[in-house]
């Protein structure tokens, strides 16, 4: 069974970076295809794809923040962890991770994590 | 970049009726990398539809996914009160990145 949690504070100032966990189980990011992505989603607005990495360090970023984001993998914690930099109030948002099948076919994000809610404001 | 566009963006049906959804992406997508997702209020989006037109496991086969090229569309053949959600596409296949429509809000008439 595949589960995956998202962790990491539920506020942050602005100007600060904000370190988020996705720590996850019923898989491994040492198996060949495998990816971990993150999404979000601003309270009442659409989602937004921002980052995602592969069993072989391979990392993929949305274009428009890309300067902002570093994603890393811990495979022996199976943990992903997304750094956001210089936050602003309008990253306030639900912030998702999900698991890539593989990267040889065509399913996307199959399983999600619960989401957690980060707030920015000073 | 691929941007995608769904429409409508509101739609307000019955029970039992038919729903039609509308993704356009400003630029052609590979068929195999076009996929639908429904959410529900405070829950994380769910799979229905991945490569167009392939149900995602679980799925009920009232869902139903078409398209190719920058026209795709989700069919829900006849609602049910739990398909009351909103919809996302997204395009997965494409380089620089992955993307998703703004969505589209399937209400009770």
């Known amino acids: 069974q595949i589960t995956l949690k998202e962790s990491g504070p539920t506020l942050v100032k602005p100007t600060q970076t904000l370190t988020l966990t996705c720590t996850f189980s019923?898989?491994?990011?040492?198996?060949?295809?495998?990816?971990v992505g993150w999404i979000r989603q601003p309270p009442g607005k659409a989602l937004e794809w921002l980052a995602l990495?592969?069993?072989?360090?391979?990392?993929r970023y949305s274009p428009s923040l890309k300067s902002r984001l570093t994603i890393t993998k811990d495979t022996s914690k199976n943990q992903v962890v997304l750094t956001m930099t210089n936050m602003d109030p309008v990253d306030t948002a639900t912030y998702y991770c999900?698991?890539?099948?593989?990267?040889?076919?065509?399913?996307?994000?199959?399983?999600w994590g619960q989401g957690t809610l980060v707030t920015v404001s000073s | 970049e691929i941007v995608l566009t769904q429409s409508p963006g509101t739609l307000s049906l019955s029970p039992g009726e038919r729903a039609t959804l509308s993704c356009r992406a400003s630029q052609s997508v590979s068929s195999s990398y076009l996929a639908w997702y429904q959410q529900k209020p405070g829950q994380a989006p769910r799979l229905l539809i991945y490569g167009a037109s392939s149900r995602a496991t679980g799925i009920p086969d009232r869902f139903s996914g078409s398209g190719s090229g920058t026209d795709f569309t989700l069919t829900i053949s006849r609602l049910e009160p739990e398909d009351f959600a909103v919809y996302y596409c997204q395009q997965y296949g494409s380089s620089p990145g992955w993307t998703f429509g703004q969505g589209t809000k399937v209400e009770i008439k």
């Open positions: 990495i592969y069993w072989n360090d391979d990392k």
């Open positions: 999900a698991h890539i099948p593989t990267i040889f076919g065509v399913v996307p994000f199959d399983y």
């Open positions: 019923g898989f491994s990011l040492s198996t060949s295809g495998v990816g």
